[in-house]
C-alpha cells in the first residue's frame, strides 16, 4: 500500500514517539545522594543535645527547609535553636529498581519524625503551631522552595483538585515568585510529558502520591517568572511493584517555558497520613510532538470528468498529501497521490458522479496534519461549464470516535468500547511507539488482554476516522 496509506493505519502519534528523544534530567534515576550533617545545640562551643541527626538526599534536588532562631532554656542555659529544619524525610530505595541501583523514597511525616523528641518538647512552644501539628508531605523540586508560602500553596491545590486546569486559579492568584525560585532550564526544549515509574504505600489507606509540573518564562519586561503552562497527577495510589506513571503537561495559552519546575509529593491528596510513602525512579522528561498546520478550506471547481481543487493552509508546509474516491469511501481504499502545490487537477473521473476527497499537510517524512474532507459532483455530459463559478466549500473533519475503557488502570484484561461504524482496528502501543497487539473488531464491547505493568496507547481506526486513548496496566 502506499506510505499515506501506511502512516493513517499507524497514526500522527505514534510516528512521532519514535523520533522523540527526552531531555535529560539531573540526577532523575536518583543515583546520586548528597549527605547532610545534623544539628545540635551547643554550649561554649561544646555539643549538648542533638536537634536533628545527620540525612541525606538525592543530589541536584531541593526540598523544603523551615528556619528557626529561637531561644530555649534547658539544664540552667539560655541557648538559642538556629539552623533551617530540612522538612523531608528521604531514604535510597535499593534491591530491584526500574533503573540504576537507587529510587528515591520519600516519606510523609511529621516534626516529631525528624526533630529529637527532648528538643521537640522543649521547643514547642515556639515552632509554628500550624507546622508542629501538621501531617507533611515529603518535597522534591528542581527549583528552591520557600517554604512560609508553599506549605498553604500544596493544602490549597492537593485538597482535591484533578487537574491543571482546575489549579490555575490559585496558581495565578499567587506570584510564584514568592514561593519558587529556579527550576530545570529548557532552552528551546518544548515539554510535552514527564514519565518514570513508582510504587506507593499509603499508612493507614487511601493516601496517595503525586507529581506536579509548573512552566514558567522569564518577562523582561517586570523581571519576574510567570507561570505559562504546567500537569498534575494525583493518581499515584497503592502498589508494591514498581509500575509506570506520566504526566502530561499543558500550555496555558500558547507561550513556551524556558524553565520547568518539576514537584514530587509523598502525599499529594486531602487525606495525607504520617508514614505513607511514595518511592519514585527512573525520571524522563519527553518532548511535545511536533505538529503541522491543517488545511483550513477547500475550494472545488467541478467540471464533466474531471475536477480542479485548491486548499488553503496557515503556515508553511512540505507538501500535501490527498485521496479521493466515490463518495462514502474508506481512507486507504482511494486513489492516493502526494503534490507539494496547494492545487490539484483530478483527471478521468465519471461524470455526474459524487466523490470524496481528503487532504492533509506533510511537514517530514512523519509529521502530518490531520486529514480534513470535502465532497464534490462532477457535471453530467450537457451542462455548459461555467468558469467564473468557483465555490469555497466547508471542510467536513474527519468523525473521530469516542473510545471507553472499563476498568482503567487494569490488571490484566479491560473491555472496550469505540462509537461509530465497525469494522474497528485496535492497535496497542507502547509509549515508545513499539506495537504490541492489533485486533480488528466487529462489535462492540471486547475484551482486551493487556500485557503486565505499563502505560499503553490504544489507537481505533474506523470508517469515519480514528483516535487514541490512553491505558494503565497494573
Known sequence: MKKSIVLFVLGLVFTVLRAQVPMDIPNGSFEQWSDHPGYSITVYSVPIMSVYEDYSTPSMWNYPSYPVNQPVSMMGFNVTINTDVPLIKASQETGVVPDGDKAVRLQTFMLEDIITPTVLSLASDYFDTSLSQQVIPSVLSTGTVDVDAFIPLVTNLMSGSGDIFSMLPTLLAMDVNDYITGGLALGDFRPGRLTGSYKYHSAVGGDNGGVLLLGTRYNSSTHQRNIVGGGVNLALGDTSQYTPFETEYMSLGGVEPDSLIILLFSSAGSNRQQGSYLCIDNLMLWPAPDTCADVTGISAMPAIHEAVLGWIVSDSVDGFEYEYGAAGFTLGNGTAAATTTATVTLSALDASTTYDLYVRTLCSDTI???????????????????????????????????????????????????????????????????????????????????????????????????????????
Open 368 to 474: 502530518y496534519g490531520d486529514w480534513s474532507s470535502v465532497q464534490f459532483t462532477t457535471l453530467d455530459d450537457t451542462t455548459v461549464i461555467d468558469t467564473t463559478n468557483v465555490a469555497i466549500q466547508t471542510i467536513k473533519p474527519l468523525n473521530h470516535p469516542a473510545i471507553t475503557v472499563s476498568p482503567n488502570p487494569a490488571s490484566g484484561q479491560c473491555y472496550v468500547t469505540v462509537s461509530g461504524s465497525t469494522p474497528t482496528l485496535l492497535k496497542l502501543y507502547t509509549l515508545d511507539g513499539r506495537l504490541v497487539q492489533s485486533v480488528t473488531a466487529d462489535a462492540f464491547p471486547i475484551v482486551l488482554n493487556l500485557p503486565q505493568r505499563g502505560v499503553f496507547l490504544l489507537h481505533a481506526t474506523t470508517p469515519t476516522g480514528s483516535a487514541t486513548y490512553k491505558i494503565v496496566s497494573q
